[in-house]
């Protein structure tokens, strides 16, 4: 019925668009996307491209029954489960997918910042599971970084050369990033896409 669509389209929380959206016989669609994002129409899912924003497609195996949002999708990523798994849709230049995050388990997965997710169990980049990763101790620092207690992490990529990764603080400064342990503080320069330079700029006195 169109009361329980409503209340679908209603849970999913299907957001963010400066246009209005029309209205069919089987619930909403929206129209001039910012976003990508999922819809739900009768018992199918869908996910949309905001660079296709005409275009539906669908998810053949999932749930609709228990489908739900998990984030905004204001940006990159679009997070979503049903009660067997969990779904990420995500766009890399210009160009989007939609990915199972297949060792997730949907009744313990939480989004953390950044790029990273978890559940019980496992710490996820993206749709990757982070295997060498200290899960008891791995917290995250905001813009993108993470650390436990033995390694630093930028949007999934280990960074070499913090002398004391558990005692890490990230510290914004305007524009400026910097990272500093109980020992020394540290600005990092990106060699694009995966190298980086770890210098030490000062001691830390604090």
């Known amino acids: 019925s169109l009361g329980r669509i409503d209340t679908l389209l209603e849970e999913m929380k299907i ?7 029309k209205s069919t ?19 199918n899912v869908y996910w949309i491209d905001r660079n ?18 998990l984030n905004e999708c204001k940006h990159q990523w679009c997070y979503a489960k049903d009660k067997s798994r969990v779904y990420l849709l995500s766009e890399m230049m210009r160009v989007v997918g939609l990915d199972i995050i297949w060792e997730a388990n949907p009744n313990t997965f939480r989004l953390l910042t950044g790029s ?3 559940d019980e169990n496992n710490i996820f980049c993206n749709w990757n599971k982070i295997s060498w990763i200290d899960i008891d101790t ?15 992490y930028w949007d999934c990529h280990k960074i070499d050369g913090i002398d004391d990764p558990k005692s890490l603080i990230l510290e914004e400064n305007r524009d400026e990033v910097t990272l500093q342990d109980q020992n020394f503080i540290y600005q990092i320069t ?13 001691k830390n006195i604090s």
């Open 15 to 21: 957001i963010e668009t400066n246009k209005e959206s």
């Open 25 to 43: 016989t089987s619930g909403e669609i929206w129209t001039d996307r910012l976003y990508n994002s999922f819809l739900v129409e009768w018992e």
């Open 52 to 69: 296709h924003p005409n275009e539906k497609n669908i998810i053949d195996w999932v749930d609709a029954k228990t489908f739900e949002l």
């Open 190 to 202: 990106w060699i694009w896409p995966e190298e980086t330079q770890v210098e030490k700029i000062a």
């Open 116 to 118: 990273y997710s978890r």
């Open 138 to 152: 791995f917290r995250t620092l905001g813009q993108r970084y993470a650390t436990d207690n033995t390694s630093v």
